[in-house]
C-alpha cells in the first residue's frame, strides 16, 4: 500500500525492465507511491496538489521508505524495524501491514479454527510491532492505516484465490476494528481509514473509477495512492 511500485507500472513511469520482473531494484521507478507523495508530491501527475505535501510544510524534513512489496508483520520486525534508529526526535511513521498476513493464512485454506488462531495471532503481533515502535519513538506520531477491501463487501477479488470460495471478510472486519481502536486508545497514534475511503473503488466499480491496479487488484494503482496519501494528511491535520 505504500511502496512506488504498482503506481509507477500503473503510470507507466518505470523502466522496462521493472514493468518485465516487477522487481523495483530492476531499474528506475518513479515516486509515485502513497508514501513517497505524502513526503513530496509529483505536480506532473498531480497539479491540484502543488504545495501538499510535508516537504512544503516542512522543508527540512528527510524521508525513508522502508515498505517493500508482499510485506508480512514478520518482515517488518525482521528486516524493516533493525533500519531504524531510536530517536527522542518528533519523527512521523506511517504503518501499511496486516493485509499480506491475512491472505497467506487464507491462501493456504486453513480449517476455520485454524483461521481464528492465525487471526489472532496477528492482532498480537501488530499490538507488540505498535509497542515497540513506540518505545523506539517516544515522541513521535504513528498513523495506523486500515486493511483496504478491494472485493467492495462482496468477498470475490479477480484472481486472488480463484476457485477458494469467498474472502473471509469478517476476519479482515476484525483486524480493522483492533487497528481503529489501538488509534482511538493509543496516545500518539492516528487512523487512516482506508478500508473506509477505498469502498466502492475495487470490483463494484467502473475501471476508470478503481483505486486499484487493474494486473493486481490487491495492490494500489496511480489514483490510489494519492488517495492514500490525502489521508494521511487529513489524519495528520485532524480531518
Known sequence: MSIDLYPALDAGEIDVAVALERVATAGR???L???SLLYKNSEEHWPD???????????????ENLATDGATIGEVFGEQVPQLD???????????????DLLSAFGNRPRRALLEKITADVGEAYDFLIDT?????????????????PSDNTAII????????????????RLNAQIRSLAAGTPNVLLADAHARFLGHGVSAPEAERWYWRRSLVEPNARGASELRHLWLNALDGI
Open 86 to 100: 531510536g530517536s527522542d526526535e518528533p519523527v512521523l511513521l506511517t504503518l501499511t501491514v496486516g493485509g499480506n
Open 49 to 63: 496538489d502543488a504545495g501538499n505535501d510535508l516537504s512544503s510544510r516542512y522543508p527540512y524534513l528527510t524521508f
Open 158 to 173: 479477480p484472481g486472488v484465490y480463484d476457485g477458494a470460495g469467498p474472502l473471509p471478510l469478517d476476519v479482515l472486519d
Open 33 to 35: 507511491g502513497a508514501a
Open 29 to 31: 521507478v518513479a515516486p
Open 133 to 149: 515502535l513506540r518505545g523506539q519513538f517516544p515522541n513521535g506520531t504513528i498513523v495506523l492505516t486500515t486493511i483496504y477491501d
